[in-house]
Nanobody, 125 residues
C-alpha cells in the first residue's frame, strides 16, 4: 500500500491550493478515504472524508464551504480542493485509507489503516 500526497506549498490568505494523493498497491475504489491535517504543536485533525464511489462527502466544520474532497477511481487519485485559505489552515496534510468496514464518517484516527507521508500547506502573507 502506498499513498503519496502532492500539491502543497505556500499561499497567501484567501488563496487556493489543490492537493492530490496517488494511491497504489491496493484496490483504491474499494476504500473510503479521508484527509487529515496536523498543525505545528497540535494533534492530528480530521478534515474530510469521501465514500468509495465519491458520491458522499463529509467535512469538518472548520473547512466546510471552503474545501472540496473528490476522487477519481480510474486514476487511483484522491483530491482536496482548498479555497479561501486561512492562516489557521497551515498544517501538514495527509491522505489516509479507512479500514474496511469502518463508516466513512469516522473521525477516529485509529480507523485509518494507511497514511501518506504528508504535504505541507502554509498560509501566510
Amino acid at each position: 500500500v502506498q499513498l503519496v500526497e502532492s500539491g502543497g506549498g505556500m499561499v497567501q490568505p484567501g488563496g487556493s491550493l489543490r492537493l492530490s494523493c496517488a494511491a497504489s498497491g491496493f484496490t483504491f475504489s474499494s476504500y473510503h478515504m479521508s484527509w487529515v491535517r496536523q498543525a505545528p504543536g497540535k494533534g492530528p485533525e480530521w478534515v474530510s472524508g469521501i465514500n468509495t464511489g465519491g458520491g458522499s462527502t463529509y467535512y469538518a466544520d472548520s473547512v466546510k464551504g471552503r474545501f472540496t474532497i473528490s476522487r477519481d477511481n480510474a486514476k487511483n487519485t484522491l483530491y482536496l480542493q482548498m479555497n479561501r485559505l486561512k492562516p489557521e489552515d497551515t498544517a501538514l496534510y495527509y491522505c489516509a485509507s479507512l479500514i474496511p468496514g469502518v463508516v466513512v464518517t469516522t473521525t477516529d484516527l485509529e480507523d485509518f489503516g494507511s497514511w501518506g507521508q504528508g504535504t505541507q500547506v502554509t498560509v501566510s502573507s
